[in-house]
């Protein structure tokens, strides 16, 4: 009878552990998604033309917070552009002549919620130039 007893508690013991393993797994899932699609919105921003203002909004970055910062940092409507995707959302500014004169600062933001309905964000910070190299 103890036997059984300690058989049991070892088999509730291996399912809930199997239960932890699967919502883990479910869990990075998820985030591995939202980084797959941040990194084809950069590849999407890189293939951009430089000058381009239509449609990614590469034009020069306003300060629409008011706080005077380059606005690098901004989300929601203070981005410069935005876009939904199969449950995520891409903000991503851009600033001209940043770090120095001929490139471009563009940091991307993406964020979805979780099985829990919880927010999640990653963002990246990507650099372009206009300088082109010819052979």
């Known amino acids: ?4 007893l300690i058989l049991t508690v070892g088999i509730l013991a291996t399912t809930q552990m199997q239960l932890s393993f ?3 797994n479910n869990k ?3 985030m591995t998604q939202g980084a797959t ?3 084809e919105k950069v590849e999407e921003l ?4 430089f000058d381009d203002g239509d449609p990614l909004n590469f034009g020069p970055m306003e300060d629409r917070t008011g706080d005077g910062a380059a606005g690098l940092d901004n989300i929601g409507n203070a981005a410069d552009s935005t876009d939904t995707i199969d449950g995520y959302t891409f903000f991503w500014n851009v600033s001209d002549d940043d770090p120095v ?7 991307i933001f993406v964020q979805w ?7 999640r964000q990653v963002d990246y910070t990507l650099f372009r130039s206009n300088f082109r190299t010819t052979f």
């Open 1 to 4: 009878m103890i036997s059984m």
């Open 22 to 24: 699967i919502q883990s």
């Open 28 to 30: 990075a899932n998820i």
């Open 37 to 39: 699609a941040a990194q």
């Open 46 to 49: 890189v293939d951009t033309p």
């Open 101 to 107: 004169a001929g490139m471009k600062t563009i940091k």
């Open 113 to 119: 919620n979780d099985e829990k309905n919880v927010q």
